[in-house]
Nanobody, 116 residues
Framework: QVQLVESGGGLVQPGGSLRLSCAAS????????MGWYRQAPGKERELVAS???????NYADSVKGRFTISRDNAKNTVYLQMNSLKPEDTAVYYC??????????WGQGTQVTVSS
């Protein structure tokens, strides 16, 4: 079991930046990878970025070069730095943990709105 709490969402103008945080209730031991997903109204949830225990990132093509995923193992926290935000990035962003037992855990989500 792991509880995930996201923070850092909000309203930002196009071209702006936000940093999302996902705090886990325990260490990342047995969790691989950690990831960020998003779901826009009327659309399916999609992978935005993930990071392995070894620190290797993976990005959706739509965010490559703009978003950066990172992790702080000492703080049990994963971050998503989002730069050059576009209106199409508007969505609820969810943190995800995939465990070695094959279970998915999700946070409650944080709203990101990109609008002028």
């Amino acid at each position: 079991q792991v509880q995930l709490v996201e923070s850092g969402g909000g309203l930002v103008q196009p071209g702006g930046s936000l940093r999302l945080s996902c705090a886990a209730s325990r260490s990342f031991f047995g969790i691989n990878p950690m990831g960020w997903y998003r779901q826009a109204p009327g659309k399916e949830r999609e992978l935005v970025a993930s990071i392995t225990n070894g620190g290797s990132p993976n990005y959706a093509d739509s965010v490559k070069g703009r978003f950066t995923i990172s992790r702080d193992n000492a703080k049990n926290t994963v971050y998503l730095q989002m730069n050059s935000l576009k209106p199409e990035d508007t969505a609820v962003y969810y943190c995800n943990a995939f465990t070695s037992g094959g279970y998915n855990f999700w946070g409650q989500g944080t709203q990101v709105t990109v609008s002028s």
